[in-house]
């Protein structure tokens, strides 16, 4: 919902109070009206008036543009009642103590039942808001489901079930299971929130909050989440979901192990040795890897997941995630191979394709296990070395590839999501073979996505348009969403949170999700 903010602006003029100049003339006083639309107001007022007043009018402007996030959360009426809950003393984090945002103020709200466990009363909420809320966003506020109460429904990818199980099947109004349905089906431009950076959270909640915008994809290490063991801090993605769920935009996380996980993950006798960072923050710092196949770093690991499904597997806006484990810098099936000592470690070590593989193996069945309700998605799949340490074997590494994709869907189903995180229109400095082509092939008969390289902000010339950062993105979009033989796209782009913020970047995107209207 778009906002008109009003700002009438009584403006005396003279000499003395403007001195931009000499000039004789002297304006009276006048009332002028600027209609600016708050989720747009990087481009669309055009102020044709006498200097002065011009100078004023580009002030306004220029001030509307935080005005955009905070209309979202204060005028929406999912927003208001978020506030509310916040102005009363709820937050994210405390529902052990009966303060939480959601559990102890929005569901009871949204439901119209009583606070089972809380310590504050409920803020005095309008009940035509409420209707107003639901009627914006039918997910707001709906208690989360269990994952052990949802069963994906029987598709043509699903492995044999065991014979005299009985299949639950899925409760209707319980929750939406992503795919299930085609508006469960993740889709359109979404915003990445990178692991560094994360500090402002009016950014954050600008960026999701951007008309444009359908997804929000969460980059975040496992270190930030769990530094001491079993104690998790879910402050950062509690924010995040509920902000995404009171938007109605869907969330994708991307939690990083390998590089990124906890010291005391890697502590205990888990086989580790010392790499380069590859690629992304950090890059060149040699730092500790746990080899991929270790059983007491996975299932530490594992020992996360299950915490981390119990607390959002049931959430409506959580809609994929990203498979990870025996990685290194993302969720991408990548392993450090340079410099050329780093092949003599892989193999010092004892790695072999199918010890390699097995550990996907098992990623694949919890996964499948513990995220019921949520697509999975599966980024670069490849085996990154290849028998007796070769990487050059591109006929290999194809088949390996079709291999692991096709085991994915077996795990899976149609929540499989196959996923590259290197769209690009422009030329870098390095290039990966480029697998853009690929996963959009496969789009129609698996759910596909794709990640930019970068921000065109901070890289127009590797994105597509040196010194022309919008043009940089267009240029991207454009291949992204390029269509395959069969006529299908790919079901979303996204885009890093510095293009989603830029205000010389909004045409790009309006156009981008144009793109989705037209599929």
């Known amino acids: 919902m778009r906002a008109l903010v009003v700002a009438s602006l009584i403006v005396r003029f003279s000499q003395s109070a403007w001195p931009f100049g000499q000039s004789d003339t002297v304006l009276s006083t006048r009332s002028v009206p600027l209609m600016i639309d708050s989720s747009q107001s990087w481009a669309r007022t055009m102020c044709k008036l006498p200097t002065p007043i011009a100078m004023v009018c580009m002030l306004v ?3 509307s543009a935080p005005l955009s996030a905070q209309s979202a959360r204060d005028w929406e009426p999912c927003g208001q009642i978020t506030a509310a809950c916040r102005d009363a003393g709820f937050t994210s984090g405390t529902a052990r103590v009966g303060t939480g945002l959601r559990v102890d103020c929005i569901v009871p709200i949204m439901q119209g039942k009583a606070q089972p466990r809380a310590t504050i009363p409920l803020p005095k909420v309008d009940p035509q808001l409420v209707a107003d809320c639901k009627a914006a966003n039918p997910r707001f506020g709906k208690e989360r489901v269990p994952p052990s109460d949802v069963q994906l429904p029987a598709s043509e990818f699903s492995p044999p079930t065991t014979a005299g199980r009985e299949q639950p099947s899925h409760a209707a109004g319980s929750g939406s299971l992503c795919a299930s349905a085609d508006d469960a089906t993740p889709n359109g431009l979404v915003v990445v929130l990178p692991s560094t950076g994360r500090g402002d959270r009016s950014q954050d909640l600008q960026a999701i909050n951007n008309p444009f915008i359908s997804g929000v994809a969460v980059q975040i290490n496992w270190r930030d989440l769990e530094p001491v063991q079993g104690t ?75 915490q981390l499904s119990e607390r959002y597997g049931g959430s409506p ?12 810098v993302s969720a991408e099936m990548t392993l450090p191979i340079k410099p050329h000592d780093s092949m003599k470690k892989w193999l010092d070590h004892g790695y072999t394709p199918s010890k390699y593989l097995a550990a996907w193996e098992r990623v694949f069945q919890v996964y499948a296990e513990g995220f019921p309700n949520q697509c999975v998605s599966l980024s670069a799949p490849g085996l990154p070395i290849l028998e007796r340490g070769r990487i050059g074997d591109h006929s290999a590494h194809m088949r390996a590839r079709e291999a692991i994709i096709d085991r994915a869907k077996s795990a899976f189903g149609r929540r499989f999501v196959i996923q590259w995180s290197d769209l690009h229109a422009g030329q870098a400095r390095v290039e990966a073979p480029d697998q853009t082509d690929s996963v959009i092939d496969y789009s129609g008969r698996i759910i596909t996505g794709l990640q930019m390289r970068t921000s065109a902000e901070n890289a127009s010339a590797v994105m597509g348009a040196e010194g022309n950062p919008p043009a940089a993105l267009r240029a991207s979009l454009d291949k992204g969403m390029q269509a395959n033989s069969s006529g299908q796209h790919v079901n979303y782009l996204e885009i890093y949170e510095p293009d989603v913020l830029a205000g010389e970047m909004q045409p790009a995107l309006e156009y981008g999700a144009s793109l989705f209207a037209r599929k």
């Open 317 to 328: 806006s959580f809609r994929i995630i990203a498979a990870d484990g025996p990685t290194s």
């Open 232 to 306: 998790p801090d879910w402050s950062k993605l509690d924010d995040v979901l509920l902000a995404a769920e009171s938007s109605n935009k869907w969330v994708q996380l991307l939690i990083f192990p390998g590089f990124f996980s906890p010291a005391w993950a890697l502590e205990g006798g888990v086989e580790t040795d010392l790499f380069p960072i590859q690629y992304g923050p950090g890059r060149g710092t040699i730092a500790k890897l746990p080899m991929p196949w270790d059983s007491v770093y996975l299932d530490r690991w594992f020992a996360f997941l299950r």
């Open 61 to 63: 402007v220029g001030l």
